[in-house]
């Protein structure tokens, strides 16, 4: 919807039925016109033609699906974008991930442990719930996305899970003077493989 306000044109694909549903839903009440919708696999976005799109944005799809999956999303992707296209792939990062675990206030008990070390640094999946979450690296993202060709643009860590507790008990004018800090932090490519999500902004 928020995305809607500055295109002449938006295609939203979800894999879920229901999250279509309420989508439409929106759009009616909203009265939208300038809205599609479609019920999609990330995979195999057949009823998209050739170079379509002018910005593509990736925002879920890689959480949840193993690195030979995650390759066919790059071909779709670079497939219904226009050359010159921008595009935008979110992503997890396992030792973000891993980290928050350990450093957490709140899993730090947990964490680390002979599993999770196995399940999330070796097989790149949850360890509560595998074969569901599936995670990567800033390095294997860029790697895969020059290899399709894409120009990296930008690589950002959105979040760092592992400092929340910290953050958590900052005043209101401690947290504004984190912001700034935050700023840098998301800014820097060097930080982004510490943070729990990550997006990575490319050019066709």
Known sequence: MYFSDFC???TGIDLSPDNI???????ADKRKTNIRTLIGNATNLS???????????????????P?????????ECYRIARTGAILAFAYVNRLGVYAAGCFNDKWREIYPN?????RILEDSTSDNRPGLFFMTSPEEMEHDAKEKNLEV??????????????????SDEKFALYMELADRIVDSPSCTGLSNHALMICKK
């Open 8 to 10: 002449n044109h938006y």
């Open 21 to 27: 549903s309420i989508f439409n839903k929106n759009i």
């Open 47 to 65: 009823e998209i033609p050739n170079d379509k799109f002018d910005v593509v944005l990736c925002l879920g799809p890689m959480y949840h699906l």
């Open 67 to 75: 690195h030979d999956e995650r390759l066919r999303v790059f071909d």
């Open 114 to 118: 002979t599993e999770a070390g196995k």
């Open 153 to 170: 643009i930008k690589n950002c860590g959105l979040d760092f899970l592992f400092a929340q507790c910290a953050i958590d008990m900052m």
